[in-house]
């Protein structure tokens, strides 16, 4: 059984950084996707970024040349680094693992899920 433990979330003023962890236990041989999601109060969960195949990278739009996903296979652990963060960032934030094919910026597609680190920007 996959089982995901994220850290890191916290208070932030805008324009700081936090960086997340997302430690995976029992690793599977190999992963569709990792990435990693969030949730603002009253809003959906929407996908933040992705490694599909522990290869090909991707950002949603809104965290392009501010966010930084990255997977060290050493320790079986994902990362998200946060720079430039603005209040609109304010959210609970999800990593997420998948075997199975699928969009990987869809929250859908994914098998397992950590229970989410709290991330708060003040302006």
């Known amino acids: 059984q996959v089982h995901l433990v994220e850290s890191g979330g916290g208070s932030v003023p805008a324009g700081g950084s936090l960086r997340l962890s997302c430690a995976v236990s029992?690793?599977?041989?190999?992963?569709?996707?990792m990435g990693w999601f969030r949730q603002a109060p009253g809003k959906e969960r929407e996908g933040v970024a992705f490694i599909h195949r522990e290869t090909y990278i991707d950002y949603a739009d809104f965290v392009k040349g501010r966010f930084t996903i990255s997977l060290d296979s050493r320790n079986d652990t994902l990362y998200l680094q946060m720079n430039s963060l603005e209040p609109e960032d304010t959210a609970t934030y999800y990593c997420?693992?998948?075997?199975?094919?699928?969009?990987?910026?869809?929250?859908?597609?994914?098998?397992?899920w950590g229970q989410g680190t709290q991330v708060t920007v003040s302006s």
């Open positions: 997420a693992l998948t075997l199975q094919s699928g969009w990987c910026l869809a929250a859908g597609t994914y098998n397992y």
């Open positions: 029992t690793y599977p041989p190999s992963s569709f996707c």
